[in-house]
């Protein structure tokens, strides 16, 4: 798996993750439970992982919908 973004925003999230889906391209969001430990402000970002193999098509679908990578 690899990191495809990062962000503090949680519809990005959402949001890459339904152009992905429409892509065929599986997704794995992680630290989606760090708003325990920060109590909910968003200070920690989130990012999304997706195989190897499937890294270049992602990263080209959300540069072409205008989706920051974050990195």
Do not use: C, Y
């Not at 970002?45 to 190897?52: F, G, N, T």
């Amino acid at each position: 798996m690899k990191e495809l973004l990062r962000t503090t925003d949680p519809t990005i999230i959402a949001f890459a993750t339904a152009l992905l889906q429409g892509e065929g391209i599986d997704s794995f969001p992680v630290d989606v439970n760090m708003s325990v430990l920060e109590g909910s402000i968003g200070i920690f970002p989130r990012r999304l992982l997706v195989r190897d193999r499937d890294l270049f098509r992602a990263e080209l679908t959300m540069r072409d919908n205008d989706v920051d990578l974050g990195r």
